[in-house]
């Protein structure tokens, strides 16, 4: 049998395969793809939905902090009467007070906005990396992952003391007579700008190195041979070459930006309003689980359209073969 | 379309002392770092010349092409371009285009953009863009294929759409570094020849790169064969093959005997050399070897005759024994180990079917030659 099996499987037709070892490789290749699917059932989907449970749920004073809604408690019969209890209120209640649109519309736009920042910052910095001597670059590459290997908390504290106006920067400016008064800086949406630039600058670098460094220099020759000035030549070639890249960045550092609450809290201070912030807001201070739970629902929702349109483009990107 | 026999025969601009020449390399010298690529060389090229620069990988010839198109600056002397020095000109302002031994097309463009993209650089307008691109697809015969990407295309396709785009603008020169490089035999056998019929039919002046010396000898007017940075020697592929200026070109290009030797006598116009172990040989054109003289005796293996006995007319004719044969089909290779040890190279064409005078392993021969045959060169 072993042996039937092992020349059927050398044999180029699988019409001619025994069908155990059909059977046998279909189920090996499907369990390889099944281990993903179940990790993110597992520790996606099914949070998911619970907080999307509770989201529909009422807060009340109680050990979880909300009312019961869809479980199996009173039986099946108990599941789907519960539909019938199902509201939107937390949802209604999202548009009613201004606060959480605001909030929304703040961490989209200073998101989109540090995006901008750590990708001007970022692109240099990568190109510089791809066009280093070949001995250097794993080098350079180590120095941009380095910031890693300590704690990002730690990293954002250590922003407060040369932010703060009797801190590093403001003494250096001051004893170089550039300024006579200390800039005001933390608490400001610009220290949130530069936590998020700096934190999320190697998410930025990495995707724009790898796709910079597999570009051929002969193009931007072959550009240049046909006319084209460098700056010219830059545009025209170099970055719609790495637009896969800069997609790829653009959305890690976007993404988690939105929901970012460490650096707005840290270095935003108490004025400043981002999502992130009124989330944990909602969840600790107010207790209200619901509500913060919707908020968290609707900026899931709100974060698929960059993530659907990051999965267009790659596929693009692989159609081109490039 | 006349035959290109014809157009070529009178075109030899080289020969002419009044002809201003198109492209000057003078004393330049490229080094990078400690490593000198191209060394104090000079070079002359004319207009609508075919022109193939030959040699191995890292003489230099390649540095000598991008310093032309403006990739590489000379460390020193000049590049002179239709009478104008190059130096500090910029490849985006020369009036040379290049075609990449890699083909460099842009990925994200097609076909049609890609051969237009230079044309829109100079500012051309739309419609003579749009012509000129049909032109140029009709050209290389790819109209079918102007909306593809170039990944949408084999290998020979996309060195059509190299070509075209860089003569899409017409340059004054066109650059072409290992052109054929990247196409199996058959298709680089045909395109050698579609080069040349697009050279004749643009009137273009061509300088390629290359290490094949087939392509170089079948393609080029003239041939520049480079060592180290230096130019061997410049002549056409006639002149390079029968007679070749050093040991050097001489095995560099086909197969050659060497017989080193000493001139025992000279003459006007015949020179008798003596082998090491006393055998002699009389040659016409001694070139400018002297009496006692050290020389080497370079003759082809095609123009040396193997016998069973020695034939009765043969100024030269040396004995040795049959020592190796290859039968190729269209001719056979003897190798015959003289009598002094040397093995000589002697190619034979199978005019008929059957020799009347078949040689074998380890019969004896004679190998002859007439006096005018070879070269006689320095050692």
Same mark, same amino acid.
């Given at each position: 049998m072993s042996n039937i099996a092992v020349t059927d499987a050398a044999a180029p037709s699988t019409a001619a395969k025994p069908f155990l070892t059909r059977?046998?490789?279909?189920?090996?290749?499907?369990?390889?793809?099944?281990?993903?699917?179940?990790?993110?059932?597992?520790?996606?989907? =099914?949070?998911?939905?619970?907080?999307?449970? =509770?989201?529909?749920?009422?807060?009340? =004073?109680?050990?979880?902090p909300y009312t019961p809604v869809l479980d199996?408690?009173?039986?099946?019969?108990?599941?789907?009467?519960?539909?019938?209890?199902?509201?939107?209120?937390?949802?209604?209640?999202?548009?009613?007070?201004? &606060?959480?649109?605001?909030?929304?519309?703040?961490?989209?736009? =200073? +998101? +989109?906005?540090s995006t901008v920042l750590t990708l001007i910052v970022g692109y240099p910095i990568a190109y510089g990396m791809a066009r280093a001597p070949a001995t250097i670059r794993p080098t350079l590459l180590m120095l941009v992952i380095l910031p890693f290997w300590t704690s990002f908390l730690i990293r954002v504290y250590a922003w407060i003391g040369i932010l703060k106006p009797e801190g590093l920067l403001n003494q250096l400016l001051l004893s170089l007579h550039i300024i006579n008064q200390p800039l005001v800086i933390l608490n400001t949406y610009t220290a949130i700008f530069i936590g998020i630039v700096y934190s999320?600058?190697?998410?930025?670098?990495?995707? &724009?190195?790898?796709?910079?460094?597999?570009?051929?220099?002969?193009?931007?020759? +072959?550009?240049?041979?046909?006319?084209?000035?460098?700056?010219?030549?830059?545009w025209k070639i170099t970055f719609p070459l790495s637009l896969p890249g800069v997609i790829a960045g653009a959305l890690l550092v976007f993404i988690p930006a939105v929901g970012e609450f460490v650096i707005p809290d840290l270095l935003g201070g108490s004025q400043t309003l981002m999502i992130g912030?009124? &989330?944990?807001?909602?969840?600790?201070?107010?207790?209200?689980?619901p509500v913060s739970s919707a908020v968290a629902v609707i900026l899931l929702l709100l974060l698929t359209v960059p993530i659907m349109f990051f999965q267009q483009a790659q596929a693009k990107a692989q159609e081109q073969g490039k | 379309m006349k035959s290109l026999g014809s157009i070529r025969r009178d075109f030899a601009p080289w020969n002419d002392p009044n002809a201003k020449p198109y492209i000057q390399f003078d004393n330049v010298t490229k080094k990078f770092g400690d490593f000198t690529a191209v060394n104090n060389l000079s070079l002359t090229i004319f207009e609508r010349e075919f022109f193939a620069l030959l040699g191995a990988s890292g003489c230099g010839k390649s540095t000598l092409l991008r310093m032309l198109a403006g990739f590489e600056e000379p460390t020193s002397g000049r590049i002179l371009l239709d009478g104008q020095d190059l130096r500090g000109i910029p490849p985006y302002r020369r009036p040379v285009n290049m075609m990449? *031994? @890699?083909?460099?097309?842009?990925?994200h463009m097609t076909v049609e953009n890609n051969i237009a993209f230079g044309l829109k650089q100079e500012g051309m307008p739309k419609? $003579?863009?749009?012509?000129?691109?049909?032109e140029m697809l009709k050209l290389v015969k790819l109209e079918q294929f102007a909306k593809r990407k170039p990944h949408q295309l084999s290998g020979g396709q996309r060195q059509r759409v190299a070509l075209a785009r860089s003569v899409a603008k017409r340059p004054k020169v066109l650059l072409l570094d290992e052109p054929l490089g990247a196409l199996d035999k058959k298709l680089r056998e045909e395109t050698q020849f579609e080069l040349m019929d697009l050279q004749q039919e643009l009137g273009l002046t061509f300088v390629v790169v290359t290490h094949d010396q087939e392509e170089a000898m079948t393609m080029a007017d003239r041939?520049?064969? %480079?060592?180290?940075?230096?130019?061997? *020697?410049?002549?056409?592929?006639?002149?390079?093959?029968?007679?070749?200026? @050093?040991?050097?070109? !001489?095995?560099?290009?086909?197969?050659?005997? %060497?017989?080193e030797g000493k001139v025992a006598e000279r003459s006007a116009n015949t020179t008798r050399i003596t082998g090491p172990s006393g055998a002699q040989i009389? #040659?016409?054109?001694?070139?400018?070897?002297?009496?006692? !003289?050290?020389?080497?005796?370079?003759?082809?293996?095609?123009?040396?005759?193997?016998? @069973?006995?020695?034939?009765? $007319?043969?100024?030269?004719?040396?004995?040795?024994?049959?020592?190796?044969?290859?039968?190729?089909?269209?001719?056979?290779?003897?190798? #015959?180990?003289? $009598?002094?040890? *040397?093995?000589?190279?002697? @190619?034979?064409?199978?005019?008929?079917r059957v020799t009347e005078d078949p040689l074998t392993w380890n019969d004896r021969a004679w190998v002859s030659f007439r006096p005018d045959a070879g070269v006689v060169l320095a050692r």
């Open positions: 059977l046998g490789t279909g189920f090996v290749n499907r369990l390889v793809i099944i281990v993903p699917y179940l990790w993110l059932l597992f520790f996606f989907l =099914i949070p998911f939905v619970i907080v999307f449970k =509770i989201s529909l749920s009422q807060t009340a =004073i109680a050990m979880p199996f408690r009173d039986g099946i019969s108990g599941f789907f009467a519960g539909f019938r209890d199902l509201n939107f209120d937390n949802y209604v209640w999202l548009t009613q007070d201004a &606060l959480y649109f605001k909030a929304y519309i703040t961490s989209v736009v =200073i +998101a +989109a906005i999320y600058l190697p998410f930025m670098v990495l995707p &724009l190195y790898s796709s910079l460094e597999k570009m051929d220099y002969s193009l931007i020759e +072959a550009a240049k041979d046909l006319g084209c000035p460098p700056t010219s030549a830059f912030k009124t &989330l944990w807001n909602e969840f600790f201070a107010n207790r209200d689980w | 990449f *031994q @890699s083909y460099a097309l842009f990925p419609p $003579d863009i749009e012509k000129r691109v049909a041939i520049a064969i %480079m060592d180290k940075g230096e130019v061997m *020697q410049v002549a056409t592929p006639a002149e390079i093959y029968e007679a070749p200026a @050093s040991r050097f070109v !001489a095995h560099f290009v086909g197969n050659v005997n %060497m017989f009389v #040659v016409e054109n001694g070139g400018a070897a002297t009496a006692n !003289a050290d020389i080497v005796f370079a003759i082809r293996p095609e123009k040396i005759r193997v016998s @069973s006995k020695k034939p009765a $007319d043969a100024v030269n004719a040396l004995e040795g024994e049959v020592y190796d044969i290859a039968y190729l089909g269209d001719m056979t290779v003897y190798h #015959v180990r003289l $009598d002094d040890g *040397q093995i000589v190279r002697a @190619s034979a064409l199978n005019a008929a």
